[in-house]
């Protein structure tokens, strides 16, 4: 099979050095196919001809659009969970409804989002993750102090401050129990910091910026257990859920309760229910440490890959 997928021309490289979650999709995506046999690229958008591939799967909405008026057939992927921020009046949920209206299928990484369009063409694809960057053998053993972790790029609709990631409610558990805890992410988080100066007073606090992909799995593997108490997300699991699960690390957070996720203690934005969840699992901590390596196996991108032709095959 030819496949193309569209560069999402965000001035980022694929695959990305240390940010960047669609290109790190398409690489993964990409390298895949070609292990499996395919000829896989990526390409402008706007140097992709008609019937020159037996498959372009587009992640963008704008390109899609593009690719419709230009009679081009193609698969769309949506990561945009502005789509739900902005609302269905809004011009970024009606530019995806465009996008899924001329495709000849669309993935959803997330359940709320086939549910939210209410479009025959909308299925569920949940993402992957790469076992041979993220990985951990055996179990963890149970940590006397718990370092804690969050990794994320924090903000929303242009509020490059704004909590989306629920820094605050991580930093709260942390000094709840006077834990360690190491918030990672690109420079974007410092509005975040700078507009919550309280959280420099926490001395057990250690801030990385920018970290390369390479660095990643280090930064998973010395901590013990990863915080994800996110308000709103377009993937069910996300990435760094998928990661953090992959190297074994038990995760107190929120994901839509339709979508399965061992290993994961389901807490909403309390940091109550958060510390419920951390004494659940330093109790049962074998079992939840298990439970995630099991769970970023299960979602390796080999095994996405594996789905995702099969829908390619379907649509042919």
């Given at each position: 099979?030819?496949?193309?997928?569209?560069?999402?021309?965000?001035?980022?490289?694929?695959?990305?050095?240390?940010?960047?979650?669609?290109e790190k999709i398409i690489w993964e995506f990409e390298v895949n196919?070609?292990?499996?046999?395919?000829?896989?690229?990526?390409?402008?958008?706007?140097?992709?001809?008609?019937?020159?591939?037996?498959?372009?799967?587009?992640?963008?909405?704008?390109?899609?659009?593009?690719?419709?008026?230009?009679?081009?057939?193609?698969?769309?992927?949506?990561?945009?969970?502005?789509?739900?921020?902005?609302?269905?009046?809004?011009?970024?949920?009606?530019?995806?409804?465009?996008a899924i209206e001329g495709s000849l299928i669309s993935l959803m990484?997330?359940?709320?989002?086939?549910?939210?369009?209410?479009?025959?063409?909308?299925?569920?694809?949940?993402?992957?993750?790469?076992?041979?960057?993220?990985?951990?053998?055996?179990?963890?053993?149970?940590?006397?102090?718990?370092?804690?972790?969050?990794?994320?790029?924090?903000?929303?609709?242009?509020?490059?401050?704004?909590?989306?990631?629920?820094?605050?409610?991580?930093?709260?558990?942390?000094?709840?129990?006077?834990?360690?805890?190491?918030?990672?992410?690109?420079?974007?988080?410092?509005?975040?910091?700078?507009?919550?100066?309280?959280?420099?007073?926490?001395?057990?606090?250690?801030?990385?910026?920018?970290?390369?992909?390479?660095?990643?799995?280090?930064?998973?593997?010395?901590?013990?257990?990863?915080?994800?108490?996110?308000?709103?997300?377009?993937?069910?699991?996300?990435?760094?859920?998928?990661?953090?699960?992959?190297?074994?690390?038990?995760?107190?957070?929120?994901?839509?309760?339709?979508?399965?996720?061992?290993?994961?203690?389901?807490?909403?934005?309390?940091?109550?229910?958060?510390?419920?969840?951390?004494?659940?699992?330093?109790?049962?901590?074998?079992?939840?440490?298990?439970?995630?390596?099991?769970?970023?196996?299960?979602?390796?991108?080999?095994?996405?890959?594996?789905?995702?032709?099969?829908?390619?095959?379907?649509?042919?």
């Amino acid at each position: 099979m030819n496949i193309c997928h569209v560069d999402p021309a965000c001035g980022l490289s694929i695959p990305p050095k240390n940010w960047g979650a669609i290109e790190k999709i398409i690489w993964e995506f990409e390298v895949n196919q070609n292990k499996l046999g395919h000829q896989s690229i990526h390409r402008l958008g706007g140097h992709i001809h008609k019937n020159e591939f037996d498959i372009v799967h587009c992640h963008v909405a704008n390109l899609a659009v593009d690719l419709k008026n230009r009679g081009i057939p193609y698969i769309y992927q949506l990561h945009d969970h502005h789509v739900m921020y902005y609302g269905k009046e809004s011009h970024t949920y009606k530019e995806n409804l465009e996008a899924i209206e001329g495709s000849l299928i669309s993935l959803m990484p997330a359940k709320w989002l086939v549910d939210y369009f209410e479009n025959d063409k909308c299925v569920y694809f949940a993402h992957g993750v790469n076992i041979d960057d993220f990985s951990f053998s055996g179990v963890k053993p149970l940590p006397k102090e718990p370092k804690l972790l969050m990794l994320a790029n924090n903000g929303m609709g242009g509020k490059n401050g704004y909590d989306r990631k629920g820094f605050a409610y991580g930093l709260a558990l942390a000094m709840k129990r006077n834990l360690p805890i190491t918030i990672v992410g690109p420079r974007n988080n410092e509005n975040w910091f700078n507009e919550n100066l309280w959280a420099f007073s926490y001395p057990k606090l250690n801030i990385i910026w920018e970290p390369d992909n390479k660095d990643l799995k280090d930064i998973f593997n010395s901590h013990d257990i990863f915080l994800h108490p996110s308000e709103l997300e377009a993937g069910h699991p996300n990435l760094t859920l998928l990661e953090a699960a992959a190297c074994g690390l038990p995760i107190i957070g929120w994901i839509e309760l339709e979508t399965d996720f061992y290993g994961m203690w389901r807490a909403p934005r309390n940091v109550f229910r958060m510390e419920e969840g951390l004494d659940d699992i330093l109790e049962n901590w074998e079992l939840y440490s298990t439970l995630a390596t099991q769970t970023g196996q299960n979602f390796s991108w080999e095994n996405r890959t594996k789905e995702l032709i099969k829908i390619y095959k379907s649509v042919l």
